[in-house]
């Protein structure tokens, strides 16, 4: 057996062992969402995208949502607590707000952690919803906007939240509202129509 085989079959193990799950949208059907994943708020759906990182589906955020509203979609099959979990992101349309993020430690649609990217305001942010309310940022970094494709990643070890922007480090801060283990998701916020690519999420 080559060595490289190996390699592959050994870091998919390794993977497997820490609860390791991707998803890549490539194998669901377009104009739907995703197997597994629950429309909580928005239009969630399976595209068709011919410069997406894994060809050829991706799974966009299509609604043009009021102002104040948290287009969310979770994965009901997920449970983590100590948590790094990834995705690449494309920005689209928006006037009101562009991009999006990551979802950890979901109690439900109303309570959780995000860390999102908006484009339109140059900044990567971590907050917590809590009852339907957002708080005031946790943290807030400059990073300026390009367009195409870019790696959103957060890890979360007990009460200590670090956020990655394309393999940066932007954010590190603390904060123990939710301490027990909880879905992930997908995140946007008003008119922000935002596709999204190779989710990964493992325990750490």
Not at 70 to 94: C, E, P, R
Not at 181 to 188: D, E, N, Q
């Amino acid at each position: 057996m080559k060595t490289w085989t190996l390699v592959l079959i050994a870091s998919f193990a390794a993977f497997a062992q820490t609860g390791g799950m991707s998803w890549n949208f490539d194998s669901d059907t377009a104009s739907q969402i995703a197997r597994g994943f629950t429309n909580e708020v928005g239009e969630w759906k399976v595209e068709a995208d011919n410069t997406a990182p894994s060809r050829p589906n991706v799974l966009a955020q299509r609604a043009r949502s009021s102002g104040p509203t948290f287009n969310m979609t979770l994965i009901g099959s997920t449970s983590y607590k100590d948590v790094d979990i990834s995705v690449s992101m494309k920005a689209g349309a928006g006037s009101i707000d562009q991009g999006g993020g990551l979802v950890w430690r979901a109690r439900d649609a109303r309570n959780y952690y995000v860390a999102r990217y908006n484009p339109l305001e140059d900044n990567y942010r971590v907050y917590k919803v809590e009852n339907g309310v957002r708080s005031a940022e946790f943290q807030n970094a400059n990073a300026p906007a390009s367009p195409g494709w870019h790696t959103l990643r957060a890890t979360m070890t007990g009460d200590r939240i670090e956020c990655y922007y394309d393999g940066k480090k932007y954010l590190d801060v603390r904060d123990a509202t939710f301490k027990d283990a909880g879905r992930i998701g997908l995140w946007t916020k008003a008119d922000a129509q935002t596709r999204f690519d190779d989710l990964t999420v493992t325990s750490k």
